[in-house]
């Protein structure tokens, strides 16, 4: 009774037009959402492997001119790079780097206000917040769109849309009284619709999760990652 009522919960949803439409509308915000999730790792990824090039060229450069100075080279005071203070503040600082986590496609989260790399230096007047670089403000108040944004703010949409009407539907169109004079219980009835539209939801998350790891070329054989994985599912 249990499977038959459940096929008749999921005609009786394929039926309305609503539904479709609303599950339309969720999937291209999870499109987007992932999309541009994975837009984001890659522009850190990038931007990492920037400072780190730039980091290594002017090392090399450092060693270079440091070779140069063993010969007998001259050099201004200023830009002596055998000067603690010149190699500690202008001329050799590295670069502190928090990479992207093996999800991060998945939620941005404040990664887009909060440095994840800067200049370490000697310098005392360097200060974490001055080390951002230059973003529209207004992205960065409203915040970037991923797909952790769609299944906080999005998702309760589906639900609603999903089991809004359960059984007030059936109760004010009078089928209810007639189901439930059949050999069918309230409690396996309600079960029934229950069963189909989790197994909705919750197959959709799953299936948006897959796809974010497979666009966002997240890394599973990372340290944690089958963790962070179950936790989000």
């Known amino acids: 009774m249990l499977a038959r009522i459940i096929r008749h919960e999921w005609r009786a949803l394929a039926a309305d037009a609503t539904l479709w439409l609303v599950g339309a509308v969720f999937i291209a915000a999870i499109g987007y959402g992932v999309w541009n999730g994975a837009r984001w790792v890659q522009f850190q990824r990038a931007a990492i492997a920037t400072a780190t090039l730039e980091e290594g060229e002017r090392y090399g450069r450092l060693r270079a001119q440091l070779d140069e100075l063993a010969r007998g ?94 059984l007030s539907a059936e109760q004010e169109q009078g089928t209810l009284s007639l189901t439930l004079s059949q050999p069918v219980s309230l409690t396996t009835l309600l079960t029934g619709k229950v069963v189909l539209r989790a197994g909705v939801l919750v197959g959709t998350v799953v299936l948006c999760t897959l796809a974010a790891l497979v666009v966002g070329g997240v890394d599973l054989a990372a340290p944690g990652a089958f963790v962070r994985l179950a936790l989000w599912l």
């Not at 080279?73 to 830009?79: D, H, T």
């Not at 093996?102 to 370490?120: E, N, R, T, W």
């Not at 200060?127 to 670089?133: F, H, I, K, N, R």
């Not at 970037?144 to 998702?155: C, E, N, P």
């Open 73 to 166: 080279g001259k050099v201004s005071p200023f830009a002596d790079p055998r000067s603690p203070s010149n190699a500690g503040g202008r001329l050799g600082p590295r670069y502190a780097v928090l990479p992207p986590a093996a999800l991060a496609p998945l939620a941005v989260g404040q990664s887009d206000l909060l440095p994840y790399y800067f200049k370490v230096s000697t310098d005392s007047r360097d200060a974490v917040v001055s080390a951002t670089e230059i973003e529209n403000p207004q992205r960065l108040l409203v915040g970037r769109f991923d797909l952790a944004f769609v299944l906080i703010f999005f998702y309760p949409i589906l639900i609603l849309a999903l089991a809004y009407n359960m």
